[in-house]
Structure formats: structure tokens, C-alpha cells
């Protein structure tokens, strides 16, 4: 077991001084992908502008509501969301608003919420446009009063805050996306570099062969000639060996 962990641990060191070695190559890749990602976020996707309306849905018109009224409202909550979604509601917010898309496409803009415990209705709306984004979530709310009163046979629900326009784009957030972005750069560069060093099965050293081969070093042969020294740090070696019993190989 300690041998097994010893040799785990030289080859995290190894992989460790193998990125050491190129850190150069990994920092380039986390920078370039990184500023790639914040190009693509910032020129390539469009922003969206978000709004937000709320209504507030009552079950029946007493002035006082009791316990099991609000709980009931709250449990009725998926059946509200799934109205507001429907065809009707979606065909007729974008015949009124004059916009040319079709059911799915709008569809794709706006998301429903129900806060826990509440009888609270959030129709949400993100749009490239925040002017359009504010007018179709209000219209959200008119169009959806009207069929959830027809369908659920309750009173009108009431608008409890109106959407208004947003002042900046809810996303893209390019920040975000550039940190995304140079992780990936740099767990690319590290998994390449780890990729090559698994699969190379080549001898280096001396100490490669009594580590794999379990072979002791006779000698250490050049390749090529030569007697520069930047070409003798690059240079190859061959790796002659001997058994421990005394036969070479």
C-alpha cells in the first residue's frame, strides 16, 4: 500500500513540474480563451432587458381572507402558471402588442414564478428590446386577469406592481462569462499537457529505466556529436542497461 501511494504522489509531482514546465503555454491558452469567450459575450450575443409584473390573486371578494383561503390560493399556484402559459393567453398578448412571433418564440421570453406561501403571481419577460420587454409583461397581466377570471371563475386578480423599463441588460454578464472562458483555456492547456504525458511511454532517463525496466544504468550515450551545450541540453539520450544479475540488455 505505501509503495503504491509513494508512486501516486511522484506522479502528481511530475505532472506538477511538467505544467511548471510549459506555464508559459497554459497561461497563453487561459488568456487567448479567455479573451475569446469576452469577445463572443460582448460583440456575438445580444443582450436581453428583463421586466417584471406581479399580481396578486384572491378567491373570493370577502374583505377579510382567512387561513385556508390563502392556502388554497397558494395550491392553486401551478394552475395560475400553467393558465397565464397557454396559447390563448401568449396568442393574444402579441396580437394586441402587434408583435410578429409566433407562439413558441414569445413563449421563450417569459418565465412564471410563485414565491412560497404567497398568492403572488411574478411573470417575468426577457427581450432584446427593454421597452418591449416592460409592455409585454404588463400585457401579460391584463390578458391573463381576464382568462384566469373566465377559466377559474374567481374574482379579477389585482396588479400589485407593474413592470417598468430596465435601465441595463440582464445578460449577457461578460464578466462571468471571461472567467468561464479562461477556466476552460487553462483546463484545456493542463488536460492536453496531461493527455501527452500519460500516453508517452518512452524512456528519458536513467532513472526511467531502473523504474520501469528495473534495470541498473551502465552508461549514457550522445545520440548526435557535437560539443555545443545548448544542443547537448536538448540532445537525446540512449540509456544502456544491465540486470542486477549481471546480464546487459
Same mark, same amino acid.
Given at each position: 500500500m505505501n509503495s503504491q501511494n509513494d508512486e501516486i504522489e511522484i506522479d502528481l509531482r511530475e505532472i506538477f513540474l511538467l505544467i511548471m514546465n510549459h506555464l508559459m503555454v497554459v497561461i497563453a491558452? %487561459?488568456? =487567448?480563451?479567455?479573451?475569446?469567450?469576452?469577445?463572443?459575450?460582448? /460583440?456575438?450575443?445580444?443582450?436581453? /432587458?428583463?421586466?417584471?409584473?406581479?399580481? /396578486?390573486? !384572491? %378567491?373570493?371578494? *370577502? &374583505?377579510?381572507?382567512?387561513?385556508? *383561503?390563502?392556502?388554497?390560493?397558494s395550491s392553486l399556484a401551478n394552475d395560475y402558471e400553467e393558465l397565464i402559459l397557454s396559447r390563448p393567453v401568449v396568442e393574444q398578448v402579441a396580437k394586441n402588442l402587434k408583435l410578429d412571433v409566433s407562439y413558441e418564440e414569445l413563449l421563450g421570453h417569459v418565465s412564471i414564478a410563485n414565491p412560497d406561501n404567497t398568492r403572488i403571481i411574478r411573470i417575468q419577460i426577457s427581450y432584446p428590446d427593454p421597452v418591449a420587454a416592460k409592455e409585454i409583461a404588463n400585457e401579460f397581466v391584463k390578458v391573463s386577469q381576464k382568462q384566469l377570471t373566465q377559466i377559474m371563475k374567481i374574482d379579477e386578480p389585482t396588479v400589485s406592481e407593474e413592470a417598468v423599463e430596465a435601465k441595463s441588460p440582464s445578460s449577457p454578464n461578460n464578466v462571468r462569462n471571461v472567467?468561464?472562458?479562461?477556466?476552460?483555456?487553462?483546463? !484545456? =492547456?493542463?488536460?492536453? !499537457?496531461?493527455? #501527452? /504525458?500519460?500516453? $508517452? *511511454?518512452?524512456?528519458? &532517463?536513467? *532513472? $526511467?529505466?531502473? #523504474?520501469? !525496466? #528495473?534495470?541498473? &544504468?551502465? =552508461?549514457?550515450?550522445?545520440?548526435?556529436?557535437? &560539443? $555545443?551545450?545548448?544542443?547537448?541540453k536538448r540532445r537525446k539520450r540512449k540509456v544502456l542497461g544491465v540486470r542486477k544479475g549481471g546480464h546487459s540488455k
Open positions: 491558452s %487561459t488568456v =487567448a480563451v479567455g479573451l475569446l469567450a469576452g469577445l463572443i459575450s460582448v /460583440y456575438a450575443l445580444t443582450p436581453m /432587458y428583463t421586466s417584471t409584473a406581479k399580481m /396578486y390573486i !384572491l %378567491t373570493n371578494s *370577502d &374583505t377579510i381572507v382567512s387561513l385556508s *383561503d390563502l392556502q388554497a390560493g472567467i468561464i472562458g479562461a477556466a476552460v483555456g487553462f483546463l !484545456l =492547456a493542463v488536460g492536453i !499537457l496531461v493527455i #501527452r /504525458y500519460v500516453i $508517452d *511511454d518512452t524512456l528519458k &532517463t536513467a *532513472d $526511467d529505466v531502473e #523504474r520501469f !525496466l #528495473r534495470l541498473n &544504468t551502465l =552508461a549514457a550515450v550522445p545520440e548526435e556529436g557535437g &560539443t $555545443d551545450n545548448s544542443e547537448k
